[in-house]
């Protein structure tokens, strides 16, 4: 896969299709890529990676990539195809400046969960017949590679691409994932236990933005989290309520619009499962107006943005099962 | 959250109320000689839409104990359309507060036209109860805000 890649990034560059390309770059270690932008063919090949950890979700980068000259190629698996849409559909990308491979998607590995088995010292990580062979300083550790999957890949949404210049590998389904069921075992929890379940995940968060700024969803000029008069700007949360606040403003404001492609998890370093509150407003829009999947094309309108004489009223949450 | 001469709650409402149905349904109220309780605090907005979800939320950092959020009935909004997309936002910031485990009782919407006092002031009477007997709220309280 990694070698196909290389090789059609140089072909486009060498035709001058593209003068740029954003993908994975190598890190020190080989669960730490980041995301990239290569210029020569010398530099794909000295660093370019496509592996288990490249999970980052490149489309957010071509919003400053978009603004600058010329155009670039951009490897996006099925997920990032829809952040792409999206930011497309938000007038934030010009696709006219990108050109789209898609490359198959995950399941793609999470460091964390390997160090969560309390492995440490981690110098490289082989995957060997869904096997996963770690090297550390003290020695080799082995665990199945199902059991360090990234918690997006856990419930991934779809295998298709939504759009695309050309592919490399098949494209695949939307699947029928089971993305809901942990929200829906909190809505039967009472409102105490959500609660308690809520304090004990939203104290730990440290503010870092991580979270914000990640999410393709979030390319605001000027997030409200950044504005000294909002009286809500970046510092670290004085109480409950601050944590509460930041939490709902965040998910609220990708309501509608957020792809589900999972970055927001990924990167927060307290493995906040953030996921679950922005399925919770998915999960309401498809059930009181109808499913919507955000980025799945670049024309339907946004929930939020448009309304039907008959909706349900507010009351219908007042209405619901147990308190 | 205040306290009475009895030491008894007394919850504090804020009722958001769009200028052209629900102020003037206040209003009217007001002139009837209907009575609504002191509790209820009025804040006058163009639009229930105005009313985007940091409102509700500073509301209840501030030390209100219920949030109600008052505009034209469907169809009637001065604006045209404001008050649909407000249906929409509450309904779905009502259910993420839900979610959160913040009780569900202390946040409504409620479309009172200019015409209904007499239903404004039942509303803000029930609301006013329903939240008493929820007690004060301390799940989405500043604790920097607390008065005593
Ligand atoms: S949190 Fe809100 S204001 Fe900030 S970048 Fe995201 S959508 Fe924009
Ligand atoms: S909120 Fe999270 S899952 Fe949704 S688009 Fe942003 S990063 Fe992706
Ligand atoms: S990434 Fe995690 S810790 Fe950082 S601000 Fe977001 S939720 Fe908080
Ligand atoms: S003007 Fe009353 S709801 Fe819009």
Same mark, same amino acid.
């Given at each position: 896969?990694?070698?196909?890649?290389?090789?059609?990034?140089?072909?486009?560059?060498?035709?001058?299709?593209?003068?740029?390309?954003?993908?994975?770059?190598?890190?020190?270690?080989?669960?730490?890529? $980041?995301?990239?932008?290569?210029?020569?063919?010398?530099?794909?090949?000295?660093?370019?990676?496509?592996?288990?950890?490249?999970?980052?979700?490149?489309?957010?980068?071509?919003?400053?990539?978009?603004?600058?000259?010329?155009?670039?190629?951009?490897?996006?698996?099925?997920?990032?195809?829809?952040?792409?849409?999206?930011?497309?559909?938000?007038?934030?990308?010009?696709?006219?400046?990108?050109?789209?491979?898609?490359?198959?998607?995950?399941?793609?590995?999470?460091?964390?969960?390997?160090?969560?088995?309390?492995?440490?010292?981690?110098?490289?990580?082989?995957?060997?017949?869904? $096997?996963?062979?770690?090297?550390?300083?003290?020695?080799?550790?082995?665990?199945?590679?199902?059991?360090?999957?990234?918690?997006?890949?856990? @419930?991934?949404?779809?295998?298709?691409?939504?759009?695309?210049?050309?592919?490399?590998?098949?494209?695949?389904?939307?699947?029928? @994932?089971?993305?809901?069921?942990?929200?829906?075992?909190?809505?039967?929890? $009472?409102?105490?236990?959500?609660?308690?379940?809520?304090?004990?995940?939203?104290?730990?968060?440290?503010?870092?933005?991580?979270?914000?700024?990640?999410?393709?969803?979030?390319?605001?000029?000027?997030?409200?989290?950044?504005?000294?008069?909002?009286?809500?700007?970046?510092?670290?949360?004085?109480?409950?309520?601050?944590?509460?606040?930041?939490?709902?403003?965040?998910?609220?404001?990708?309501?509608?619009?957020? $792809?589900?492609?999972?970055?927001?998890?990924?990167?927060?370093?307290?493995?906040?499962?953030?996921?679950?509150?922005?399925?919770?407003?998915?999960?309401?829009?498809?059930?009181?107006?109808?499913?919507?999947?955000?980025?799945?094309?670049?024309?339907?309108?946004?929930?939020?943005?448009?309304?039907?004489?008959?909706?349900?009223?507010? @009351?219908?949450?007042?209405?619901?099962?147990?308190? | 959250?205040?306290?009475?001469?009895?030491?008894?709650?007394?919850?504090?409402?804020?009722?958001?109320?769009?200028?052209?149905?629900?102020?003037?349904?206040?209003?009217?109220?007001?002139?009837?000689?209907? /009575?609504?309780?002191?509790?209820?605090?009025?804040?006058?907005?163009?639009?229930?839409?105005?009313? /985007?979800?940091?409102?509700?939320?500073?509301?209840?950092?501030?030390?209100?104990?219920?949030?109600?959020?008052?505009?034209?009935?469907?169809?009637?909004?001065?604006?045209?359309?404001?008050?649909?997309?407000?249906?929409?936002?509450?309904?779905?910031?009502?259910?993420?507060?839900?979610?959160?485990?913040?009780?569900?009782?202390?946040?409504?919407?409620?479309?009172?036209?200019?015409?209904?006092?007499?239903?404004?002031?039942?509303?803000?009477?029930?609301?006013?109860?329903?939240?008493?007997?929820?007690?004060? /709220?301390?799940?989405?309280?500043?604790?920097?805000?607390?008065?005593?």
């Amino acid at each position: 896969m990694q070698e196909a890649m290389i090789k059609r990034a140089k072909e486009l560059l060498a035709d001058g299709i593209v003068d740029r390309v954003i993908g994975w770059k190598k890190g020190e270690f080989s669960y730490d890529h $980041t995301p990239a932008v290569f210029t020569s063919a010398q530099e794909l090949d000295e660093s370019f990676v496509c592996d288990d950890f490249t999970s980052a979700n490149l489309s957010k980068y071509l919003v400053k990539e978009t603004i600058r000259e010329g155009k670039i190629l951009a490897f996006l698996k099925p997920c990032d195809t829809y952040s792409f849409n999206q930011l497309v559909k938000e007038h934030r990308i010009d696709r006219d400046k990108v050109y789209v491979i898609g490359i198959p998607g995950g399941p793609k590995l999470d460091i964390e969960k390997i160090r969560a088995r309390g492995i440490t010292g981690i110098l490289n990580v082989r995957n060997e017949n869904y $096997t996963l062979k770690i090297e550390t300083i003290y020695g080799v550790s082995e665990m199945p590679f199902y059991e360090a999957i990234s918690v997006k890949c856990e @419930s991934c949404k779809s295998k298709k691409h939504v759009v695309y210049d050309e592919l490399i590998g098949e494209d695949g389904e939307v699947l029928d @994932s089971n993305r809901f069921d942990m929200v829906e075992k909190l809505e039967n929890m $009472t409102s105490q236990e959500r609660y308690d379940f809520w304090r004990s995940e939203l104290s730990k968060c440290i503010r870092c933005n991580a979270c914000r700024t990640v999410c393709p969803a979030c390319t605001c000029e000027k997030c409200v989290f950044e504005n000294p008069d909002s009286g809500i700007e970046n510092k670290a949360a004085a109480d409950s309520f601050e944590e509460n606040m930041f939490h709902i403003i965040r998910a609220f404001h990708v309501a509608g619009r957020c $792809t589900d492609c999972g970055e927001c998890s990924r990167v927060c370093p307290e493995n906040i499962p953030l996921h679950l509150l922005n399925r919770k407003f998915i999960k309401d829009i498809n059930s009181l107006y109808g499913t919507y999947q955000a980025g799945e094309n670049t024309t339907d309108k946004a929930p939020l943005n448009e309304y039907k004489m008959d909706d349900c009223e507010a @009351s219908i949450v007042h209405e619901r099962g147990a308190e | 959250m205040q306290v009475n001469n009895n030491n008894e709650f007394q919850p504090l409402i804020v009722a958001f109320c769009c200028n052209w149905c629900s102020y003037a349904g206040a209003d009217l109220s007001g002139t009837n000689r209907l /009575n609504y309780p002191t509790n209820v605090k009025i804040i006058r907005v163009p639009c229930s839409c105005r009313v /985007n979800p940091m409102f509700i939320l500073r509301a209840f950092q501030r030390g209100a104990d219920g949030v109600i959020l008052c505009g034209c009935h469907p169809g009637d909004c001065h604006y045209t359309s404001g008050n649909y997309f407000t249906r929409r936002r509450m309904t779905l910031l009502f259910s993420m507060l839900d979610f959160l485990g913040i009780e569900r009782d202390r946040t409504r919407v409620e479309w009172v036209s200019a015409a209904e006092g007499a239903k404004f002031a039942a509303t803000m009477n029930e609301f006013t109860e329903a939240v008493r007997k929820l007690g004060p /709220n301390r799940r989405l309280e500043d604790l920097r805000c607390r008065k005593q």
